[in-house]
């Protein structure tokens, strides 16, 4: 009897022994799964980095601004963005060169700049799902960028246009017996085109008559100018790209000839213009950067991101000219306006 208990004992001991060593080897085992994996609750998801493209169709501060507002923004807004930017130094050939590109690297989105660009960057982008969104397009319509500001396929953004009638209603104040506008444009600029045709508009609803002399480069300007200068009254700045990219000569040009000059881009102040009474670009990229953001990061369809106007619009006056041209910050036109040296 004490020999079987004797047994049973030692069995016993033998069972529970091996269930120890075994709950040794598998709590060893978990430890070295935890080590090689980190715990759930410590484990991080990176945020998406987003390639932008962006294609520029030439250096001048009005483009800059547009592309820095929309760098700026998307930073403001929390988007990691890769930019890879691209100047086509005013060549046409450039912005195509430049967007086929962009496609091939399999960018997330383009940003494309002016007219040329966004329409090269619109074609080669049309066979891919890579959205574009631009700025500084005066007439997205016009140019066959979208067949109407609410029907986007894969390309949409802010427009740069301003109503012609109130700059114009701001001229008569100026100069009240004003009757003659001048325009120099770039004849190859759809963009520029579009502008001409809304001046002489709303030119004719004042009573007003409007004088064009076409360029194909900037070197075309001084003669240009020197042309108009003997017919015009005031001197109206369109946002034309080559116009822009010599805005100083134009302004300096205008004052040689006490010409009254009015632009509709308000920074142009700054570079010698009377007056600027329009859009700010690095506002109008900051809003275009916006609208990636609802793309890229919101998920929302391109499709229903319609095209917008540009918002934020306000007046400038240089002082130095105005005094030049002797007039006086009491002048009607300049109501509401900020005035710089």
């Given at each position: 009897m004490k020999m079987n208990l004797l047994k049973k004992a030692v069995a016993?001991?033998?069972?529970?022994?091996?269930?120890?060593?075994?709950?040794?080897?598998?709590?060893?085992?978990?430890?070295?799964?935890?080590?090689?994996?980190?715990?759930?609750?410590?484990?991080?998801?990176?945020?998406?980095?987003?390639?932008?493209?962006?294609?520029?169709?030439?250096?001048?501060?009005?483009?800059?601004?547009?592309?820095?507002?929309?760098?700026?923004?998307?930073?403001?807004?929390?988007?990691?963005?890769?930019?890879?930017?691209?100047?086509?130094?005013?060549?046409?050939?450039?912005?195509?060169?430049?967007?086929?590109?962009?496609?091939?690297?399999?960018?997330?989105?383009?940003?494309?700049?002016?007219?040329?660009?966004?329409?090269?960057?619109?074609?080669?982008?049309?066979?891919?799902?890579?959205?574009?969104?631009?700025?500084?397009?005066?007439?997205?319509?016009?140019?066959?960028?979208?067949?109407?500001?609410?029907?986007?396929?894969?390309?949409?953004?802010?427009?740069?246009?301003?109503?012609?009638?109130?700059?114009?209603?701001?001229?008569?104040?100026?100069?009240?017996d004003a009757s003659v506008i001048g325009i120099i444009y770039n004849t190859g600029e759809s963009n520029s085109e579009v502008q001409v045709e809304e001046v002489k508009a709303a030119a004719s609803q004042l009573g007003m008559t409007v004088e064009t002399v076409g360029i194909t480069t900037a070197n075309d300007i001084p003669q240009a100018v020197g042309t108009l200068a003997k017919k015009i009254d005031i001197m109206y700045i369109i946002s034309d790209n080559v116009v822009a990219s010599s805005i100083q000569l134009v302004a300096n040009l205008c004052l040689e000839n006490k010409i009254i000059s009015i632009s509709s881009i308000e920074s142009q102040a700054a570079d010698g213009i009377l007056m600027g009474n329009g859009l700010n670009y690095y506002e109008l990229g900051r809003q275009a950067a916006a609208m990636a953001k609802k793309i890229l990061v919101d998920g929302t369809s391109i499709k229903e991101v319609h095209v917008e106007q540009p918002s934020g619009l306000k007046k400038i006056v240089n002082v130095k000219t105005m005094e030049a041209l002797g007039l006086t910050k009491d002048n009607p036109a300049f109501e509401g306006a900020e005035f710089i040296n």
């Open positions: 016993l001991s033998l069972c529970v022994s091996v269930l120890l060593t075994a709950c040794a080897k598998t709590e060893a085992a978990n430890e070295n799964k935890a080590a090689e994996q980190p715990a759930a609750a410590e484990t991080k998801t990176e945020e998406k980095t987003y390639k932008i493209g962006i294609s520029q169709l030439l250096e001048h501060p009005s483009l800059d601004q547009a592309r820095e507002g929309f760098v700026d923004e998307l930073k403001a807004l929390g988007v990691n963005a890769e930019v890879d930017y691209v100047n086509a130094q005013g060549e046409t050939n450039n912005t195509l060169i430049i967007a086929e590109k962009f496609v091939k690297d399999e960018v997330d989105m383009i940003y494309s700049i002016a007219t040329l660009s966004t329409q090269s960057a619109k074609q080669a982008a049309e066979e891919s799902e890579i959205p574009v969104v631009f700025s500084s397009v005066t007439d997205p319509v016009y140019s066959q960028i979208v067949t109407a500001a609410d029907k986007i396929e894969n390309v949409t953004g802010v427009t740069d246009k301003v109503e012609a009638l109130e700059i114009l209603k701001s001229a008569k104040d100026l100069k009240k």
